[in-house]
């Protein structure tokens, strides 16, 4: 069963940073792409990261380029994102998602994407 934790989320003020993880179990990681999303109330589920199966090839939205990455680790089965110089328009539910990488090259559509966690909440105030 595929089963993805996220972790790390919290409160912190405007200009701070925040690492968040994605643990992976049930499948064969290393095969996967996988994203980092994010849902406020009222809006439409945003993706803000994705990464190849390799870890070669990332995408970020324009909204957080320069100041997330996301990376992975395949040997701990674990994505991360790190969030530098964080604002109050980036606080959201964050989710981690996942989808093979066959027929598939990557992007931020959440349709995409077939499993993901229960979310970890990131809050940013001024």
């Known amino acids: 069963q595929v089963q993805l934790v996220e972790s790390g989320g919290g409160s912190v003020q405007a200009g701070g940073s925040l690492r968040l993880s994605c643990a992976a179990s049930?499948?064969?990681?290393?095969?996967?792409?996988m994203a980092w999303f994010r849902q406020s109330p009222g809006k439409a589920r945003e993706g803000v990261a994705c990464?190849?199966?390799?870890?070669?090839?990332?995408t970020y939205p324009d909204s957080v380029k320069g100041r997330f990455t996301i990376s992975r680790d395949n040997a701990k089965n674990t994505v991360y994102l790190q969030m530098n110089n964080l604002k109050p328009e980036d606080t959201a539910m964050y989710y981690c998602?996942?989808?093979?990488?066959?027929?598939?090259?990557?992007?931020?559509?959440?349709?995409?994407?077939?499993?993901w966690g229960q979310g970890t909440q990131v809050t940013v105030s001024s």
């Open positions: 998602a996942a989808r093979s990488s066959r027929y598939f090259s990557g992007g931020l559509h959440p349709s995409d994407y077939a499993d």
């Open positions: 049930g499948y064969d990681y290393t095969r996967m792409y």
């Open positions: 990464i190849s199966p390799g870890g070669v090839t990332t």
